[in-house]
């Protein structure tokens, strides 16, 4: 039986090939593998020892993280899932199942499905978020999500899914701006992708950044959503209990005001109108309730939630629509009177 501690032993024994499969824009000094705190507030603060008594034994010293290499693998890849993490090292050792062990092996450029380009795009979107800072209350991405009237506050807990970054590259601009990182995560609990929002301040008050597309991901996002608000059962999305609500929104500012606005209800952003039909719920979720916007007689914006409709009724699942009883969205039920830039 290959359990959690032995399979930390056996990726610590090949912990250089794991840090430069988990943490490729690291560096090695003398014993140390150096790489920015996870947290993403230090340039330098985290280190993975690579030989010795300590060999795979981690300390991100800004966030005050710290474990074994199997904690490492959890912290990168799945945002601190040891459950997913013990599946990850099993595949990436070589271990067939919990029991029967195969030759230690280098993991695949890419897993099973997943073209090298795509594997390139999700690595580097895991790169992105984790170079960005977790606590996000009083920064811009606070300050903008607050003037949208959603105070974060009021959640009580914050999704780890959303960070900031304080002066993210933009293409378009060819500068850097103060930008909102969401992981875009799919139903085998995998990062696969980055959402990315980039802001400006506008007479004291942040706003989406003035450009023709503010708001891009990276990565193959696909299938997969933001997990925003956990509900009443506060479990992760695979372990839904069964029966439970889902609602299911497009943008990030929308998901989270309806949120705020049914607490005990579960609520996933599908990042775009096309993906909302291609997002994987578990079997358990038996009803679904879509958070359209009221987009009049737009019917090239109708299509996607009527896809999304469509698919989740052939799953045998219960759909029903809701759209806010003012303005566009829901995030107007909260912030009805001040003008925002939509973009």
Not at 16 to 34: I, S, T
Not at 159 to 170: C, E, G, I, T
Request: hydrophobic letters at 45%; glycine letters at 8%; a positive charge.
């Amino acid at each position: 039986m290959h359990d959690a501690s032995e399979l930390a032993r056996m990726l610590a024994r090949n912990v250089v090939r794991l840090v430069r499969d988990l943490l490729p824009n690291g560096h090695r000094e003398g014993a140390e593998w150096m790489h920015a705190s996870l947290a993403g507030a230090s340039r330098r603060s985290l280190s993975v020892r690579l030989s010795g008594m300590k060999q795979g034994v981690w300390a991100d010293f800004s966030s005050g993280d710290a474990g074994d290499s199997l904690d490492l693998v959890a912290s990168v890849q799945y945002l601190g899932d040891k459950r997913k993490a013990i599946a990850w090292a099993r595949s990436w050792m070589g271990v067939a199942d919990a029991t029967t062990p195969t030759a230690e092996r280098r993991m695949p450029a890419a897993p099973p499905g997943i073209d090298g380009e795509a594997e390139a795009r999700r690595r580097a979107a895991r790169r992105l978020l984790y170079s960005a800072q977790a606590a996000i209350g009083s920064t811009p991405v606070g300050a903008y999500l607050a003037a949208r009237g959603i105070d974060l506050a009021d959640l009580g807990s914050q999704p780890r899914s959303r960070r900031f970054h304080p002066a993210l590259p933009n293409r378009e601009s060819k500068r850097p701006w103060p930008a909102l990182l969401a992981a875009v995560v799919n139903a085998a609990d995998e990062m696969v992708a980055v959402h990315r929002t980039w802001l400006q301040q506008d007479d004291g008050c942040w706003i989406k950044a003035r450009l023709c597309n503010p708001k891009m991901s990276l990565g193959p996002l696909s299938g997969g959503t933001i997990r925003l608000w956990h509900g009443a059962s506060r479990k992760p999305l695979a372990q839904t209990p069964d029966g439970e609500v889902v609602v299911v929104a497009e943008g990030i500012e929308t998901a989270l005001s309806g949120a705020l606005l049914c607490l005990d209800l579960r609520v996933l952003s599908a990042v775009s109108l096309p993906n909302m039909a291609r997002i994987v719920l578990p079997p358990a979720v038996r009803s679904v309730i879509i958070a359209a916007d009221n987009d009049g007689d737009n019917q090239a914006a109708a299509r996607g939630p009527q896809r999304a409709i469509d698919r989740f009724k052939v799953e045998g699942r219960l759909v029903r629509i809701a759209r806010s009883p003012v303005g566009k969205d829901f995030n107007d039920v909260l912030n009805p009177a001040t003008p925002r830039d939509r973009q």
